[in-house]
């Protein structure tokens, strides 16, 4: 065996001394990645139906804008779209034709696209809550940031300094039992 090659980086770096032609070889460490486009991440994927592209692009900027969903929970969002687009046909199916059908005996009936749309609404909202769209996510997934960081209590944001010694004389007085007073009346 011979000595190994020196590899494309490095030959660069040291130069051609010899002048000598060389091909480069391409191997799979000296390719560059491709550069990540957030723009394209959050794009419409390939084989989504029409009317999930259409929930995609209305919704997507209000789910952009909560900072929660990265590019990986896209997959979630696309399961939310695609059961969105078909709880829209069923809705409309319902304005159309009504609530109920009549049976071949006479009977009145509630048509099965009321049981579909339900569970529909139990995905699209099991994927809300996964992509921290509701109110009770995000609340979670805060409290689970603020964990994360070692600050179990995030106190409230107050506007000025004085605000903030303003509630601490408030804390002190509720706390601290009045002069003259049994301090064990406070308590009962």
């Keep these: 065996m011979g000595r190994r090659a020196k590899p494309d980086a490095l030959h660069e770096l040291?130069?051609?001394?010899?002048?000598?032609?060389?091909?480069?070889?391409?191997?799979?460490?000296?390719?560059?990645?491709?550069?990540?486009?957030?723009?394209?991440?959050?794009?419409?994927?390939?084989?989504i139906s029409a009317g999930a592209r259409v929930i995609w692009l209305e919704e997507i900027e209000r789910v952009k804008a909560t900072g929660y969903v990265k590019g990986s929970d896209l997959s979630t969002y696309r399961i939310y779209c695609e059961s969105a687009a078909r709880h829209r046909k069923l809705a409309a199916i319902i304005e159309d034709k009504g609530f109920t059908y009549a049976t071949g005996t006479g009977f009145e009936r509630p048509r099965p696209e009321i049981s579909i749309m339900q569970r529909e609404e139990r995905t699209m909202l099991a994927c809300l809550k996964e992509l921290a769209s509701t109110s009770s996510s995000r609340m979670q997934a805060a409290s689970r940031a603020a964990a994360a960081q070692g600050d179990l209590f995030v106190p409230p944001e107050r506007d000025s300094p004085d605000q903030a010694h303003n509630s601490e004389k408030t804390m002190e007085r509720e706390v601290t039992p009045s002069a003259g007073r049994d301090p064990l009346a406070y308590f009962n």
């Excluded at 000598?20 to 070889?25: D, E, F, H, N």
């Design 14 to 47: 040291s130069g051609n001394a010899g002048k000598r032609k060389r091909t480069p070889k391409i191997s799979a460490r000296s390719r560059k990645p491709a550069a990540f486009d957030p723009e394209g991440a959050y794009a419409p994927p390939v084989g």
